[in-house]
Each structure stands twice: as C-alpha cells, then as structure tokens.
C-alpha cells in the first residue's frame, strides 16, 4: 500500500503515522554455493585486483597494530590442508568487548587465502579445493567479576548481503599442538565455563568460501556476531542470560578502516550498529539534558541526530514504501530507575509528533534493537534508544526545522505500562 503522506492533499489537520521499514518484506536470495569455472576465474581476478588496491604502507601500518605473529600457524594449516600456497591479506589490530564481567579480547586476527588445498576440506570452501579465505582470529576470555559464567558459543562471522553465517571450523588447525589451541575446542571440554578472575585462551578459524572472500575484500571489512553470556551451565534461557549478545566490525582494509571511524560519529541505532547503511549527518545535538520525571523514574534525552540514510543492498528492501528517500531520527536516552520495579526497555516504545502535532509517527522497532535490550533495576541507569523513520521529501518540504516532542512509554518486565500509564514527555530542542 502506498505510503500517506503530510500536507500534499492539504489537509493541515491529517495526523501521519509511518510505520516505516516493517512495511516491506525483507526478499532473501538463494545463492548456489557451486561455481561454474569461468566463475571461478573471475573471482581469483577480482581478489587479485582488490589486493593491489592496498599499498605496502598501508600493510605495514596494520601489521603494527598487532603484536601477534600468525606466521607459524598459517604454515601449520597449510600442512594440515596440504594447501599449495597460503597468502596473508590482512593482520588486524586488537580490540576488546565488555559484556558484563566477561571481557572477550581479540589479541589479533589475520585473512588468508590458501589455493589447491586436499579435497577433505571442499565443503566449507563451496565444495570445491581451488580457492578459499581463512579468517585466523586469536582470543582471550577473562572472567572479572566474583561468579561463574558461561560461554558456550564462539563467535560468527558474516557481511553486508551474506545469506548465511560463517563459523569456526576446527579441523583447520590442528589438533595436536599446545600453543594454538581451538576456542570452540576448549570451551565444549569446560562446558563453556569461565571461573572467577581466570581466562580462557584459544584461536579460531573461519573458512570462507571464493565468493565470500572477494566479498569481504571489496568491502574491507566482516562482522563479528558476538553471542550472549549466561550465568547457568547448559543455559541459553533468558532468564539465566547475563550479557546480551552484540556486534563488532573488523576492518578488513583502508576502506573498511575508515568507514568503520565514520560509524562512530553516530547513535548506535541498529542502522548503525548492524551496518544498514550510510548515514550522512543533517542536525544533530549532544550533551543534552531535557528530561521528565515520574514515579522514581527519571528519563533524560542525552543525544538526537536526524540522518539522510542510504540502506545498503541487502536492507534496501525493507525501505521500498520511501520513494524519495529516508530520513532517520535517533534518539539517545538515559533512564534512571529508582523505585522498586524493573524497567523493561524491550517492552517499551515512543510515538513522536512534529509541526504542531501535524505529524506524528511511532518509533521503528526494527531499526532499535530491541533484542538487545536491557533491563533498567534499582539504582541503575541505562541507555534507551528511539529511531523514526522519514520520507526525506516530506522532511525536507515539511518537517524539517520545525518543532518535535516525543511522548516515552515504559513498561515493567511484566509488560504493564509504568507511571501509572503516563507517558514520559520531552521537548526535543530542535531550534
């Protein structure tokens, strides 16, 4: 159904309500994992055209971001695959994610291509041995806090229009050597469990396949799926679920580099933070303090940015319904709870009004990350984030420069409306 539109039938009293990106069907393709030889042949030109991209400085100044030497281990899955050649692509630095007490550090990673390898390990290459990338990504698993926790996945990898997930593979390093031990390995024989104040250490590695490997290449990076933490043995429940699961983007090059630093300017919305698209900056403010209070909850926005955004080939259709293109509204909030009831983030929403109330919209759960969540308890505060979605025609001729207020409605982990059904009611300071 065509979208309605604000003010083009005249009508300056007609309330707009868009529902944005869940209008649509995400169309998912079916990609044959088999490849003609003429294929082939192209893939190993265009992977050969994107490494002459890189330049030898360039090289250089990733490798010193990095302190791992994966040299031996590269030589060690090369005899293990009877491979005919190995080629190292790109050497990462290293990066750290918190989750809770858990901190799971990347002390380094490396892609490499391996040519002519055994036919023992066609499958996950695509089934076949010509060509394949491995993605050598070295851990540390270091329990902070005073309880057990449990780990029982590694993590995965994908891409901007991949339609599948690619996982760590252990019979690509070998089995029999101490010091580049598999994570998944070590993790299943301690059934996930990471004690207080210890670590746990391993290597992963990810085959990638000829068609994916060329992928990552051109766009110069690969995102990390980073699973949850659980505070039960065996669990996966969310009731035993300590720290949700996230998402971290490794560069895979100059490009990735710098669109990667770009992403960083913005709210972590899930257009941001799942790599949607491209936002470029309209208006935005930082550092804000306009907030509203009830019932011991105080709700504060700290941050809004307005963005043209451009999703990417694999999100574009879910955008379809905006013909002129899209505007994104993010919003960042602190909630301080200080009563007695939990605050439940994923059961809790916004509707927004512009221009006088001639404009009004609700927040797009698909772009908020609702999955992801938390839960706001006594005496804690903690991030909620709100997206609209916008036609830009209708922002540009419209909406835009005028007023804006968002009504917040929060609801406890039993799903009943808190405040005693009030809405939270905030001026966004747009002027």
């Known amino acids: 159904m065509k979208k309605i539109t604000v003010g083009m039938l005249g009508l300056a009293t007609v309330l707009l309500i868009v529902t944005g990106c869940s209008k649509s069907v995400v169309k ?44 031996e281990l590269v030589s060690m899955v090369k005899t293990n695959m009877d491979a005919e050649e190995t080629t190292a692509l790109f050497e990462g630095k290293e990066l750290e994610v918190k989750q809770g007490d858990l901190s799971l550090e990347i002390d380094g990673y490396e892609l490499v291509e391996v040519t002519d390898f055994n036919q023992d390990f066609a499958i996950p290459f695509g089934r076949q041995t010509e060509r394949g990338g491995i993605l050598l990504v070295s851990y540390t698993l270091e329990n902070k806090g005073s309880k057990e926790i449990f780990y029982p996945l590694t993590p995965d990898f994908t891409y901007t229009t991949a339609t599948k997930t690619y996982k760590d593979d252990n019979s690509l390093i070998p089995e029999d050597n101490a010091d580049y031990a598999n994570l998944t390995s070590k993790l299943v024989s301690v059934k996930g469990k990471v004690e207080p104040g210890k670590e746990v250490e391993g290597y992963s590695a990810i085959p990638l396949d000829p068609e994916a490997l060329d992928k990552v290449l051109e766009l110069g990076e690969i995102t990390m799926d980073v699973p949850p933490v659980f505070g039960k043995e065996g669990s996966v429940s969310s009731e035993d ?22 992403s960083e300017k913005f709210i972590e919305d899930k257009a941001t933070k799942d790599n949607m698209g491209e936002k470029t900056l309209i208006d935005g403010k930082s550092g804000l303090s306009e907030a509203d209070e009830k019932n011991d909850i105080k709700v504060t926005l700290t941050d809004y940015q307005f963005t043209d955004f451009k999703p990417n080939e694999a999100e574009a259709g879910r955008f379809t319904s905006f013909d002129k293109g899209v505007v994104l509204l993010s919003l960042a909030f602190d909630i301080e709870n200080k009563g007695d009831a939990i605050v439940a983030t994923s059961m809790s929403g916004s509707s927004l009004s512009a221009n006088d109330g001639k404009a009004r919209f609700i927040n797009e759960g698909l772009l908020t990350s609702l999955k992801e969540a938390e839960d706001v308890k006594k005496g804690e505060t903690k991030k909620f984030i709100q997206v609209f979605t916008m036609d830009k025609e209708e922002y540009d001729k419209l909406l835009k420069d005028k007023d804006y207020k968002i009504e917040v409605r929060l609801s406890d982990d039993k799903g009943e409306t808190m405040a005693k059904g009030k809405r939270f009611e905030i001026v966004i300071p747009t002027k």
């Open 28 to 71: 998912e393709s079916t990609k044959e994992t088999t490849k003609e030889t003429t294929k082939e042949t192209k893939a190993k030109e265009h992977s050969s055209e994107i490494k002459a991209e890189t330049t030898e400085t360039e090289e250089k100044e990733v490798k010193d971001d990095s302190d791992n030497d994966f040299s």
């Open 241 to 262: 679920k300590v720290a949700d699961s996230t998402k971290l983007r490794l560069e895979l090059g100059a490009k990735g580099k710098q669109k990667i630093a770009n």
